[in-house]
């Protein structure tokens, strides 16, 4: 059973920086691809950002050049490095891991940007 373990989330003021982790059970290079998701009340869950087993890197436009998706192979840990939130980052951040046509999910870690 593969299990996804998220940290790093809190509340942060407009412009200020969060890196969320995902540690993995097991090694990560089962894994076609994992990524991080989020959901903002009243909204569906959106793409944040997806780092695949070859290296390639899809991030969702209003993220790209403040957001940093990462691995660290060793750890089976994905990271997200969040610089200059807005308060539209607001969310419940999910990671998310791909093995053929099985999809995971961690329990989610609240991001508040706030004044």
């Known amino acids: 059973q593969v299990q996804l373990v998220e940290s790093g989330g809190g509340l942060v003021q407009p412009g200020g920086s969060l890196r969320l982790s995902c540690a993995a059970s097991?090694?990560?290079?089962?894994?076609?691809?994992m990524g991080w998701y989020r959901q903002a009340p009243g909204k569906q869950r959106e793409l944040v950002a997806d780092?695949?087993?070859?290296?390639?890197?899809t991030y969702e436009e209003s993220v790209k050049g403040r957001f940093s998706i990462s691995r660290d192979n060793a750890k089976s840990t994905v990271y997200l490095q969040m610089n200059s939130l807005k308060l539209e980052d607001t969310a419940v951040y999910y990671c998310?891991?791909?093995?053929?046509?099985?999809?995971?999910w961690g329990q989610g870690t609240q991001v508040t940007v706030s004044s």
């Open positions: 998310n891991a791909k093995i053929g046509r099985y999809e995971y």
């Open positions: 780092l695949t087993r070859g290296g390639r890197i």
């Open positions: 097991g090694s990560i290079f089962m894994f076609n691809a």
